[in-house]
């Protein structure tokens, strides 16, 4: 068992050289993959990183503060809608336009931080439920959000255009990028801000929030923080999605998508930003590539596709990506409540006192 002894120990980035090394060679990776992939696999590994962020910042509030949230679809509503209007409306340029939208869903956040502090359990998972679907629907009857229609992200252009200065992004490859820088730094961040005071007061909250509060944490900034922080990485990654889609209408923000990222969390282990990436990674990829089309899932598409259209019916086989979701779900809950972040402590446990 590997004893700490001092202090900073506890809070550095890399705890040891290995992990620094493993960590710099991976980064490296993601920045050499792209020059071998096709423009699908590029729009697919965007969409994974943007859920990487949104699963992260959940996992502040959820995993570290024990918040139950089932609204984040309505921040990363926000986080699209705020970009897109600041940069096409007030002529702002992409990245003010992308913070002040974080900074805008932060604050609705903190807002809906408030019921928090009555709220817990399966009546704040309500409250955050409906909050999600009201942004929706206001969303979906307001003219200057697009209304049903939906909106038309802008050129994505990064410089400052009116000093002259662009940098127009056109090409996935290009977005790949802008949001791999984007990634790791909101990834970096996450582990920063776990290892602070306030990182260590979410935990204390999580464990019981009665103790943390006779030892004098404030319970009434840090549940409102964990739900500005939360709110602010949706509001990002929301951002980068607009941009990643194209077009978005209103229900692209719906119910479901709010499920997912709560799936994604649980998938990849409470408490561990490394679980959440993991969770968002794997199911981003069933979600938008191996379940997508039934029929052409490895050795059981066509079973399955034979078996829904002789005892089902095959109008509903497209949701069966849904389902498996469940499944995933389900299983993960029966056989490794701790996520794949548990499994591969197991793993690791294994191998390091093998072969006793």
């Known amino acids: 068992m590997d004893m700490k002894r001092d202090y900073y120990e506890d809070i550095e980035l890399f705890k040891s050289g290995t992990i620094l090394f493993w960590s710099i060679l991976f980064v490296a990776a993601l920045f050499v993959a792209p020059l071998f992939l096709s423009n699908y696999h590029l729009y697919l590994f965007n969409l994974v990183m943007v859920h990487v962020i949104v699963a992260v910042g959940l996992n502040i509030l959820v995993g570290s503060t024990g918040q139950i949230a089932l609204g984040h679809a309505g921040f ?31 604050f609705f956040g903190f807002i809906l931080g408030l019921p928090a502090l009555r709220l817990e359990g399966p009546y704040l998972a309500i409250a955050t439920l409906a909050f999600g679907l009201a942004i929706m629907h206001i969303i979906g009857h307001t003219e200057l959000f697009g209304g049903r229609q939906g909106l038309t992200a802008p050129v994505l252009n990064i410089g400052i255009s009116q000093w002259g200065l662009n940098w127009v992004i056109k090409t996935e490859l290009g977005k790949y990028y802008l949001i791999l820088i984007f990634t790791i730094i909101m990834v970096l961040l996450a582990i920063n801000i776990l290892k602070t005071r306030a990182g260590r007061a979410f935990v204390a909250i999580r464990d019981s929030d009665i103790a943390a509060e006779v030892i ?39 119910l479901i998508l709010s499920i997912i990222f709560l799936v994604m969390v649980v998938v990849g282990g409470l408490g561990s930003v490394m679980g959440s990436i993991a969770g968002a990674t794997l199911i981003t990829y069933l979600m938008y590539d191996l379940l997508k089309n039934v029929d052409e899932v490895p050795i059981v598409g066509n079973l399955l596709v034979a078996f829904s259209g002789k005892f089902l019916t095959t109008t509903g086989i497209d949701n069966f990506n849904l389902v498996a979701l469940g499944l995933v779900m389900i299983g993960i809950i029966i056989f490794e409540p701790l996520g794949m972040f548990g499994a591969w402590i197991r793993i690791k446990k294994y191998w390091k006192t093998w072969p006793f």
């Not at 699209?80 to 002040?100: N, R, S």
């Open 76 to 106: 990363f509503a926000i986080g699209a809608y705020g970009t897109v209007l600041l940069m096409t409306k007030l002529g702002l340029p992409f990245f003010p336009a992308i913070v002040i939208a974080a900074f805008i869903s932060a």
């Open 216 to 254: 004098g944490i404030n319970l009434t900034m840090y549940k409102t923080l964990a739900f500005a922080v939360s709110s602010f990485f949706a509001g990002i990654a929301g951002g980068l999605f607009a941009f990643v889609l194209g077009f978005f209408d209103p229900f692209t923000f719906n």
